[in-house]
């Protein structure tokens, strides 16, 4: 729990305890509290009590006050629906946007950044550059966290996103520990490609797979109790008194304790893949639509979305309204990837990467510098899986020949490499 505490009390407090030893302290004031540039490390702050914490659970000292002015709270906590526009369960308790600082003296928000300046339209002949600087920086940082951190851990799938990163890390992998997971039959299809990925690059790879794997299966029920309220209390995702499924538990505490674990998440720009179908309309010249964006933040299935009573619906269709009127140009075409950013990522993984209480995640694009590159590539050509080909085939292109978890994607690129082995930048 976290409650603000004054430099004078703080100050009074060890004079106090520091019987004949004098303490001389300068605290400097802080004024505003910033999120990363996902909020993939969320903050949250009550207005009711003016505190300030990483979760819902961590910041509350009062019994949960009901969020009536969000529509779909109660489906949100039973893990049916999403909370957006920086509601949580409860009424007082608000979350700090991407691309905002809280004043800590008002706790007002206030946006600082809206891609106006940096959100361009990139034209094909500069899609090389672009791409080489997104690669360049991946590398950097994943240099860089190897380095300083020798336990760095890449968990690789047989996806795009986390293939990307492991590409740009060859010339440190090596100094990586790479695993892999598995909770079910698909995800064994996914591991079974990230050994194959591993090989290739000629590194060992570790498999977690408590189901098949019993040394690494949790059967201690007080253990998987305790490991499930922790969970829940650090994400305050659902009801504390629901347990988190032992599998669930089994496969995040069977990766060994301790250093960072890099995630890919918010690659899925790279893909397109807040677009959806709503890819066809740009390439057809058509403007974003509000609905289209709702429903693009998933807060739930459309069947309940449209269920509404037409004054919730409006309210979620304000909200959103209001939440869009803070871009322009180019930044406001690409409105579907920003709020896969504030959004979708802010209040979903921004919440639950406290609940990986035994590891350290971390987004390797969580910068602003991807952000903004990323968005000014053209959705469409995004969605084509140019981009992500081009960097694998620039920075490991022994990889490319390995096939994708979706038989479609793996179809499609070798479609498109017999008729051009560069056809990502054609």
């Known amino acids: 729990m976290t409650k603000q505490v004054s430099a004078d009390a703080a100050i009074s407090y060890l004079n106090a305890c520091a019987g004949r030893f004098i303490f001389l302290i300068t605290t400097p004031k802080f004024t505003r509290l910033y999120v990363d540039a996902a ?3 969320g903050a949250v702050y009550d207005l009711k009590d003016k505190s300030i914490a990483a979760t819902l659970n961590l910041v509350l000292t009062r019994d949960t006050i009901i969020n009536d002015d969000y529509p779909l709270t109660k489906l949100a906590m039973a893990s049916k629906a999403r909370f ?8 007082y308790v608000k979350r700090v946007l991407p691309n905002h600082y809280l004043d800590m003296d008002t706790l007002a928000q206030h946006r600082f950044w809206d891609g106006a300046q940096d959100i361009i339209d990139i034209k094909p002949a500069d899609e090389a550059r672009a791409l080489d600087e997104i690669a360049e920086r991946l590398a950097q940082i994943m240099a860089s966290l190897s380095n300083h951190f020798p ?19 060859k010339p440190i992998v090596s100094q990586l520990s790479l695993y892999s997971h598995a909770e079910n039959m698909m995800s064994r299809k996914d591991t079974r490609i990230a050994g194959r990925l591993a090989s290739i690059m000629g590194q060992p790879m570790a498999v977690y797979d408590p189901t098949r794997n019993p040394d690494v299966a949790i059967d201690d029920e007080s253990r998987l109790t305790m490991l499930s309220n922790a969970g829940r209390i650090a994400n305050a995702e659902g009801d504390i008194e629901t347990p988190i499924p032992s599998v669930r538990l089994s496969t995040l505490n069977a990766v060994p304790e ?7 998440n918010v690659g899925g720009l790279m893909r397109a893949m807040p677009w959806r179908r709503e890819i066809a309309r740009y390439k057809n010249g058509k403007p974003l639509r509000v609905q289209s964006g709702l429903r693009l933040m998933m ?49 979903g993984q921004g919440n639950h990467f406290y609940s990986f209480t035994h590891n350290f995640y971390l987004h390797a694009y969580c910068d602003r510098k991807f952000i903004t590159r ?15 080909e081009a960097i694998i085939s620039a920075r490991a292109p022994e990889l490319c020949a390995m096939k994708y978890t979706r038989k479609n994607v793996t179809m499609r690129l070798k479609e498109n490499r017999a008729e051009d082995p560069n056809w990502f930048l054609s």
């Open 258 to 264: 301790g250093g960072v674990v890099v995630r890919g």
């Open 299 to 347: 807060l739930t299935d459309s069947e309940t979305l449209n269920a509404l009573p037409p004054s919730d619906r409006m309210k979620l269709t304000e909200a959103y309204e209001n939440w869009y009127s803070a871009f322009s140009g180019t930044a406001a075409e690409r409105a579907y990837d920003l709020q896969f950013v504030e959004q979708f990522i802010s209040h």
């Open 374 to 388: 990323i968005i000014s590539l053209p959705p469409d050509r995004r969605a084509e899986l140019r981009y992500t």
């Open 39 to 41: 909020a993939s490390l």
């Open 151 to 169: 336990d760095t851990k890449l968990p690789i799938t047989g996806g795009l996103d986390s293939r990307v990163l492991l590409a740009c890390a």
């Open 84 to 91: 957006a526009f920086g509601h949580t369960a409860d009424k």
